[in-house]
């Protein structure tokens, strides 16, 4: 069974510095997408980021980018230059490729960005 | 353009009642998906579907109902109210890589 781990329950960062929130997976599929979702306090759901498993280069999204290191089943987001609006809840999720509704989430990151 | 709307936000049942919490979308997406959200556990998927009159279970379906008479919409059914199903529940539509999320509804049984 496919398992996803975030071991970090809490992280803080100052404002303007850079942060890194680590991520673990457990699969045997060779085919599989990854996300990382930040979860504010207003509850809502944001993809923040996601990864295909063949591709090799790691995403990026402006500030947030993501190392991607197959072989160790790691998925980390780096935040750069971190801002207020960053503090949230930060969800990592695993979906097997090919026609699959099932998406695997792990227990979460909640960050706190100080001034 | 709303995307996902969920009713309602906020509910509170007593035990052995039932309710459904409404999801629809308006993004014509075949696959909806239900989930639950509590402290430490990350999210669940309940149930989920791949299209109108096609529905299938998640990790965690036990006490849950739905059905998917049209493309638009998901309802998710607690038939007899347990304190356990005591969470945060959200509905997902999906188009490739990229789900959508509605805001959430808070339920608590007392």
């Known amino acids: ?115 | 353009n709303a995307g996902v709307t969920q009713t309602p936000k906020f509910q509170v049942l007593k035990t052995g009642q039932s309710m459904t919490l409404q999801c629809a979308q308006d993004m014509n997406h075949e696959y909806m998906s239900w989930y639950r959200q509590d402290p430490g556990m990350g999210l669940r998927l309940i149930h989920y579907s791949v299209g109108a009159g096609i529905t299938d279970q998640g990790e965690v379906p036990n006490g849950y109902n739905v059905s998917r008479s049209t493309t638009e919409d998901f309802p998710l059914r607690l038939l007899s109210a347990a304190p356990s199903q005591t969470s945060v529940y959200f509905c997902a539509s999906r188009v490739g890589e990229k789900l959508f999320f509605g805001s959430g509804t808070q339920l608590s049984v007392l």
């Open chain 1, 1 to 115: 069974a496919q398992t996803v781990t975030q071991s970090q329950p809490e992280m803080s960062v100052q404002e303007a510095e850079t942060v890194t929130l680590s991520c673990t997976y457990d699969t045997s599929e060779s085919d599989y997408y990854l996300f990382w979702y930040k979860q504010p306090p207003s509850r809502q759901m944001i993809l923040v980021i996601r990864q295909e498993a063949y591709k090799q280069q790691n995403a990026t999204e402006n500030r947030f980018s993501v190392n991607f290191q197959k072989a160790a089943k790691s998925f980390s987001l780096k935040i750069s230059d971190s801002q207020l609006g960053d503090a949230a809840m930060y969800f990592c999720a695993y979906r097997k490729g090919g026609a699959t509704n099932k998406l695997i989430f792990g227990t979460g990151t909640l960050l706190a960005v100080q001034p």
